[in-house]
């Protein structure tokens, strides 16, 4: 098949390759000129593991093209598929300026029919304005569908490949036959396509992802209590999540979410709630939590440690997750920003997110941003963790020991065993565990 896709960002570079890897004809549109020169060079913007060979394979290929050409782009593809960003507005609002661009080019360039499907994370009746917006443009006919993405960060290869399950939020049959004939190589184990309205596909990726922001939020609240209360938020963990109407997926306490997805997601769904006349409570105090939550690891090291004027304080990780580089609403910020306030210096390290971290904290001066886990301890007084990237598991806890100033770690991702740590006479601050 020949399909467009509007975007190169994370959703939009990632669903392009892997549908070129199926053997499809791939136009990637992206308007940044110097992203489209690195992509054409083989280099690729973002970190994703498994991504890299994938579009190198299928460029050299030639079933992966990327451009700026808009009026080649939509002569391109049956599909055009519109991945590109929705970030929040100052209301919280999803700004669809990007989204409904696309549209509108789509509409004055088409010649023929063509399948628009936005895959972009977009508010309940985006689908009408994209109509409208084409409609205004062309007399030629057209199919308006949403099929939103559930890409993980850090496993967005994996999770296009074997999807839990596609949805098509479609109300015309040519659309949802093109649809399913390009998912056919994605599923065929089992039926994972579910077909829906347009509205309800849309508010489902929403849905998902503020009950899984839900889930985090509650739990921190609960490590908060298991702390005050002298219990220990990872035995509560492992008892809740035997119950199989629980599970134990995203159970763990923490030092609070960030990302491109919840944050914007959680706040976007709020303002539309409260512009239907339905405002949900409970996403309010999700936000609430969060945003609490990403300061509890600042507050457990000025408690220990007192004034932090003249201190430092290594940081280990800074994307919000591991796996990815991305560093949009990351809890490490948070805390390098209330240590940086009290006074503190910091030598900070992330396996793969030292560039655009640079490039946020470069002209901080209290903020070093160092090569290895092992710089960021050199002259440091104590160690926090943020980010659960596999190196940090299982380190050389005696040399930490060795080179902190005071041997105390505060982990904001309960990575060790508080026995362990204690029997090596290494203090131990994580979050909702008796130590």
Known sequence: MKITVIGTGYVGLVTGACLADAGNQIFCLDLNEQKI????????????????????RNRDAGRLKFSTDIEASV??????????????????????????????SIGRHMREYKLVATKSTVPVGTADKVREVIKKETSIEFSVVSNPEFLKEGAAVEDFMRPDRVIIGADDARAVALLRQLYAPFQRNHERIMVMGVRSAELTKYAANAMLATRISFMNELANLAEAMGADIEEIRRGIGSDPRIGYQFLYAGAGFGGSCFPKDVKALQRSATEAGRPLRVLGAVAAVNDA???????????????LKGKCIAVWGLAFKANTDDMREAPSLALIGDLVAAGAKVQAYDPAARIP?????????????????????????????VTEWQEFRSPDFAAIKAKLKTPAIFDGRNLYDPAVLKALGIEYYPIGRRT
């Open 37 to 56: 020169e690195q992509l054409n060079e083989g280099h690729i913007p973002i970190f994703e593991p498994g991504l890299e060979p994938i579009v190198r």
């Open 75 to 104: 002569a391109h593809g049956e599909l055009q598929l519109i991945a590109v960003g929705t970030p929040p507005g100052e209301d919280g609002s999803a700004d669809l300026q990007h989204v409904l661009a696309a549209a509108r």
């Open 293 to 307: 939550q990403k300061h509890v690891l600042g507050e457990k090291i000025r408690s220990r440690l007192g004034d």
């Open 357 to 385: 971290a640079r490039e946020i904290l470069g002209k901080t001066p209290a903020v070093k941003i160092v090569d290895s886990a092992t710089a960021a301890l050199e002259g440091a007084d104590a160690l926090a963790i």
